[in-house]
């Protein structure tokens, strides 16, 4: 899944740091899940992000999290992993804003 390969890859390949910042964060609110070796990976590459990885390795996602995530799996499922956002559309009126 996303959360195995979109960290590392934007660690890595991200020259600016600034965007890695910007990336990074917003793959975490999104529920990607960091690995240790992410955070060792981290520590080496973008060592300011080194305690957000840490906390968010070592912190179970929120219940909405986990609840976006699989929402956001099922669609992909159900859309054969194209673009989610006619579904999502579908959705706003039978679940909660806060979790599409």
Do not use: Y
Not at 24 to 36: D, F, I, N, R, S
Not at 37 to 46: F, Q
């Amino acid at each position: 899944s996303g959360s195995h390969t979109a960290l590392p890859v934007t660690i890595m390949k991200c020259r600016q740091l600034e965007s890695v910042l910007e990336i990074v964060l917003l793959l975490l609110e999104a529920g990607c899940q960091p690995t240790l070796d992410h955070v060792r990976l981290t520590m080496l590459r973008v060592p300011v992000l080194q305690s957000v990885m840490l906390h968010a390795a070592t912190t179970p996602l929120s219940l909405k999290r986990q609840c976006r995530k699989v929402i956001w799996r099922h669609m992909r499922c159900h859309t054969g992993g194209r673009n989610i956002q006619p579904v999502v559309r579908q959705l706003e009126h039978e679940i909660p804003f806060s979790l599409l």
